[in-house]
């Protein structure tokens, strides 16, 4: 009898332990235009003016272009990594989750899910682009650049809190 009573306190602690550490709403969508606008609700958004000021301003932060590599080849902002939509999470590009996080698509819906999946791994400071590649362009047409860039350069890697 003595056994039971040891059990429980120990199977409630992993109870607890288990849905603190879980992640996710279990939320579904209709379409992904629907879950796109849910995860605009939680996620902040950047114009393309302020983007350019901060840009001109020399101001420290990271532009991820997460449209495929053959978009990116063909034009991006300069400075910005390129790692497409698909490979973000697990790419080694960027590892600086203090540093502000600027996250452009080619539309608005991807760089808004990008955004939504850094700020869920802990990026502290993340925004997307509310605007597309075509209209950053035809905005700022000198801040262009073809090639790969900067998209070699791996950041520092910066330990992230611990915890659940």
């Known amino acids: 009898m003595k056994h039971k009573f040891i059990f429980i306190p120990f199977l409630l602690v992993a109870v607890c ?6 992640s996710g709403t279990g939320e579904t969508f209709e379409n992904v235009t629907a879950m796109v606008e849910a995860e605009m609700e939680h ?8 983007l350019n ?23 991006h902002i300069p400075g910005a990594v390129c790692i497409p939509r698909g490979m973000l999470e ?22 808004v899910l990008a955004a939504s999946s ?17 209209e950053w362009l035809a905005a700022y047409p ?13 950041l520092k890697v910066v330990k992230a809190p611990e915890g659940c």
Request: net charge negative.
């Open 118 to 134: 850094l700020r869920k791994l802990k990026y502290l400071d993340c925004y997307y682009l509310d605007c597309s590649w075509e």
């Open 90 to 111: 697990f790419s080694p590009k960027i590892s600086n989750r203090r540093l502000m996080t600027i996250v452009m698509g080619n539309n608005e819906g991807s760089a």
């Open 53 to 75: 000021s901060l840009i001109l301003e020399e101001s420290q932060m990271q532009i991820i272009d997460c449209r495929e590599l053959s978009d990116f080849l063909a034009g």
């Open 17 to 22: 332990i288990f849905f603190s550490c879980s």
């Open 142 to 154: 000198d801040l262009f650049e073809e090639g790969s860039g900067k998209e070699e350069v791996v």
């Open 43 to 50: 996620t902040s958004a950047i114009s393309a003016a302020d």
